[in-house]
Nanobody, 125 residues
């Protein structure tokens, strides 16, 4: 069974940093793109970043460019999201997801087949 487990969330002051991890199992991790999404209370889920399986090509939402870095370690079946210079508007539940198709850098949530349970990130001002 495919399983994705996020970790690394928590409470941090504005300007601080967190590193999220996504431990994957049940599939050939290196064959699929991995994405990060977030959802704040009362708002729709939005894409944050994704990384391709073939070349590790990253894509970022405009709101996080220059602050967040996505990466993956295929040998460890783990994806990462390094978040720096955090802002209160970054507060949300963050989810990692596995893409189901062959698109190198899928950016829409419907392009993903499997999702983790999420990890809470709270940024105080």
């Amino acid at each position: 069974e495919v399983q994705l487990v996020e970790s690394g969330g928590g409470l941090v002051q504005a300007g601080g940093s967190l590193r999220l991890s996504c431990a994957a199992s049940g599939f050939t991790f290196e064959d699929y793109a991995i994405g990060w999404f977030r959802q704040a209370p009362g708002k729709e889920r939005e894409g944050v970043s994704c990384i391709s399986s073939r070349f590790g090509t990253p894509i970022y939402a405009d709101s996080v460019k220059g602050r967040f870095t996505i990466s993956r370690d295929n040998a460890k079946n783990t994806g990462y999201l390094q978040m720096n210079s955090l802002k209160p508007e970054d507060t949300a539940v963050y989810y990692c997801a596995q893409a189901g198709g062959t698109i190198a850098t899928p950016v829409m949530d419907y392009e993903y087949d499997y999702w983790g349970q999420g990890t809470q990130v709270t940024v105080s001002s």
